[in-house]
């Protein structure tokens, strides 16, 4: 059974502080991951996605992925109000002649002022 | 532009209804895939269409039937629902069903109530 884990949270961060959110799979086969921010009553939205080992960086948000260790993070840096959501860690997986996304519970990030 | 839509925002049907979900985008993709999500739970894959054709189904009872006009339409009929169907239901896409690649971006879904 392929897994995504993910802490559920609530993690509640001040405003302007660093948010971390981690996530581990299982598959070690795996080759691209994703993080999806989804508010309240809304659809998931992308805002990442990696595929190599190392840092990838797009504004405030900071993707790290170590294939060895099995795990992904995302760092929101400045976080602000506006970045309370649920954010979804995904993880392509192979299935037969193509892949699919199996997606973790979701961290729930509260930014208080 | 990385838009899906979805119409309609809202659905209320009873258990002996019969309706329809349509989805769209215009980005050239050539994967598309429904999914249904419940509250406080992640996205749950029901279908997914590569190039037109289905190639995943999850055990989704019959009453969900998917259908894909073509490159950029699907729809998901509804048929005798139950009320634990009730959920938001997400459409996505993805530029192909590559194992490599799985970037998908979603609609902003329909929120179904079966009564």
């Known amino acids: 059974q392929k897994e995504v884990e993910q802490n559920s949270g609530p993690l509640s961060v001040p405003e302007g502080a660093i948010a971390s959110l981690n996530c581990t799979y299982s598959?070690?086969?795996?080759?691209?991951f994703f993080w999806y921010r989804q508010y309240s009553g809304k659809s998931p939205e992308l805002i990442m996605s990696?595929?190599?080992?190392g840092d990838k960086e797009d504004g405030r948000f900071t993707a790290q992925l170590n294939k060895a260790s099995q795990y992904v993070s995302l760092l929101i840096r400045d976080s602000q109000p506006s970045d309370s959501a649920t954010y979804l860690c995904?993880?392509?997986?192979?299935?037969?002649?193509?892949?699919?996304?199996?997606f973790g519970k979701g961290t729930k990030l509260s930014v208080k002022p | 532009d990385t838009e899906v839509t979805q119409t309609p925002k809202h659905l209320v049907m009873g258990m002996t209804n019969k309706k329809s979900l349509k989805c769209e985008q215009h980005?050239?993709?050539?994967?598309m895939y429904w999914y249904k999500q419940k509250a406080k739970k992640p996205p749950e894959l029901m279908f997914v269409?590569?190039?037109?054709?289905?190639?995943i189904n999850e055990s989704v009872p019959s009453r969900f039937s998917p259908e894909c006009p073509n490159s950029s339409l699907l729809n998901l009929h509804l048929h005798a629902l139950q009320p634990e169907d009730s959920a938001l239901y997400l459409c996505?896409?993805?530029?192909?069903?590559?194992?490599?690649?799985?970037?998908?971006?979603f609609g902003p879904g329909t929120r179904l109530t079966v009564t």
């Open positions: 996505a896409s993805s530029q192909d069903p590559s194992p490599t690649t799985y970037e998908q971006y």
């Open positions: 598959d070690r086969g795996s080759q691209s």
């Open positions: 990696i595929y190599s080992n």
């Open positions: 995904a993880v392509g997986v192979y299935g037969g002649s193509q892949g699919n996304l199996i």
């Open positions: 980005m050239g993709h050539r994967a």
């Open positions: 269409y590569s190039y037109e054709k289905l190639s």
